[in-house]
């Protein structure tokens, strides 16, 4: 997936939430940090969460080495990406 396509699922994660009401695709896209779009680090982790809740039936838990990267939008993305596969990796017996 582009990195505008996780911009995109970011942005729809953000409209879910109740600090994310009205926040559009165009102003994530002019971001360059979280603190642009008036999200707190708290948010940001409750954000992830839902993503991974969303996208991997909560398949996977939060790394602390993601946790620097939720600052600035391109390494939030970052994270999207990496969740996502992550999230479909086979199983491992």
């Given at each position: 997936m582009a990195t505008d396509d996780y911009r995109q699922?970011?942005?729809e994660i953000l409209a879910t939430q109740p600090f994310g009401d009205g926040l559009t695709y165009e102003q994530?896209?002019?971001a360059r940090s979280r603190q642009e779009l008036g999200i707190s680090s708290l948010n940001m982790?409750?954000?992830?969460?839902?993503?991974?809740?969303?996208?991997?039936d909560g398949t996977i838990?939060?790394?602390p080495e993601w946790?620097?990267?939720l600052n600035d939008i391109d390494g939030?993305?970052?994270v999207?990406?990496?969740?996502?596969a992550v999230g479909v990796e086979p199983a491992r017996s």
């Open positions: 699922r970011f942005a994530v896209a002019r982790i409750i954000v992830l969460m839902n993503y991974i809740n969303k996208y991997t838990t939060v790394r946790v620097p990267r939030i993305v970052s999207l990406r990496e969740i996502d």
